[in-house]
């Protein structure tokens, strides 16, 4: 059985942040973090021009964890900072996985990144 170590999330908003969806990639489950941040860089290029902004965030996911008893859960907040974690449905309100950094695309400028 293989290990995921982390989640490719990429996420496309309106320029207002209003209407935000997942946006499905080819791969997004990785055995290492460290794959999961060399496809950040191609998902980038391959998802950011699609929508008014984009996040992209490799997250983290506890070995421990068991698949069936895990959800990813996202959410955006007002001032532009994507925070997503995997948490387990035994235990709604524990953290399992959380990631730091939030590179974002905003097609008013393109070919530029910013990391919150």
């Known amino acids: 059985m293989e290990h995921i170590a982390a989640l490719l ?3 496309g908003c309106s320029g207002d942040l209003k ?3 997942e946006i499905p990639t080819e791969v997004s489950v990785f055995e290492t973090r460290q794959d999961c941040a060399a496809e950040l860089v191609s998902a980038q290029r391959l ?3 699609h929508h008014d902004t984009a996040f992209f965030k490799c997250v983290s996911v506890d070995p421990a964890v068991d698949d069936a008893s895990a959800d990813l859960v996202w959410d955006i907040n007002p001032d532009g900072v994507l925070h997503a974690a995997v948490e387990t449905l035994e235990e709604p ?3 399992v996985a959380y990631a730091e950094t939030t590179p974002r695309h905003n097609r008013a ?3 530029t990144f910013a990391a919150n």
């Open 93 to 95: 309100g524990a953290m």
């Open 47 to 49: 998802y950011g021009r």
């Open 19 to 21: 209407v935000c969806e």
């Open 9 to 11: 999330m990429v996420i």
């Open 109 to 111: 400028m393109p070919n």
